[in-house]
């Protein structure tokens, strides 16, 4: 314990001693964090801290654009067409539009308070969701502001962006496992091939949507865009959900997605450029660090909620956030990742079988027909299909298939 705090003293020390310990968000240093997979490797480039950064001012005619609202309405409505508060909406829609244009570049607009519902599934969450015509400033607002982010993001960030997500994510570690293990290298006496060596840092971070802080996150907005009328129009969208004051943002917005992107942005330039660590996977506010040494991995582990406090004021998860050998298998997203295989999590099957149960209950009532729990399943089905899961697949097609069948063609396990 000792060599470990030495270390993560000289970590921190060399740190200041570069200049590269981040106390204040509105630094000018500038990181290209756009990391491309060439043959195989993992690039960075990390620039000099005293290069002025490129900012973006004039954005607020783009957001209150007739076109882009338009476009942002069109991704508002998309899957929810048949709900009474859109078709209510589209009813009136040139009016509604052309209030909410005037009242955005009037500076009128304000957000309607959120409809807020408890989710158990089966962890509890408060989902808070936004009336529609607000859906469609939060589309508007990162229609602009997306693409100028995007770009400085780094490659291995997963959760909400085009062409990512948990299936890319999934992929990455499983390049990563082999990078870490030395190609699978078993340990010696293991009883198995799949107790590679290799270690993996698997955090979380403690109640994180609701501890973002709104002066911090405005702060690193703010480094990039220099419109006042855009972070005006943030602070309107920020402030309309607090956990406490000047905290928190609500699970089910899309800004709330996209900002959590931006604001661990700052942890993901941190690991990857200061740290240099090269095996590291976000998706939202869960990652992992992959490693050939445990003591590596928890040096690194203090530094960064070191880092976390000070510079974000963010805590990892004390139960959530451990080192795991890589051989007994790594809980993320869902999966059960062993070297060479991959398996569903229990609680993961646990919920499909309290659901079919649910189906049938509903279907015996006539509260649901026999093709919508086939569309349902088939969905989970094909979830299912990116794991190990065959026999698990046919004894699930066997009791859904009990449910429906009399109404449904006879379902089958996807090879």
Known sequence: MRNREAAVFLTVGRLHGRGLWVNNLNNDSNLNGNNNLNNGRVRGIAQEPDIPMKTYGSLFARVCAWDNLKLAFKKARKGKTRKPYVKEFEGEYANRMQQLQRELILGEYSPQPLNTFILRDPKTRRISVSAFRDRIVHHALCNVLEPIFEKYFIYDSYANRKGKGVLAALKRFDQFK??????????????????????????????????????????????????????????????NYCVSSGKGMPLGNLTSQFFANVYLNELDQFVKHVLKAKYYIRYVDDFVLLHKSPYQLGVWKEVI???????????????????????????????KCFYHFRLLRSRNVRKMERRLATYGEMYELGKMCGFEIQDRFLGWQAYATHANTYRLRNKMVKKATAIVRYSCPPMSAVR
Do not use: C, W
């Open 305 to 335: 909620a070191l880092f976390l406090e000070q510079n974000l004021l963010l805590a990892l998860h004390p139960q959530k956030s451990r080192i795991i050998p890589l051989g007994r298998g790594v809980d993320f997203l869902g999966f």
């Open 178 to 239: 082999r990078k870490a293990s030395s190609s699978g290298k078993v340990i010696r006496g293991s009883p198995d091939d799949n107790r590679v060596r290799g270690f993996v840092l698997k955090a979380d971070l403690k109640h994180y949507f609701d501890t973002v802080d709104h002066s911090k996150l405005l702060a690193v907005l703010s480094v990039r865009i220099r419109d006042e009328e855009v972070m005006s129009l943030i602070k309107k969208v920020l402030n």
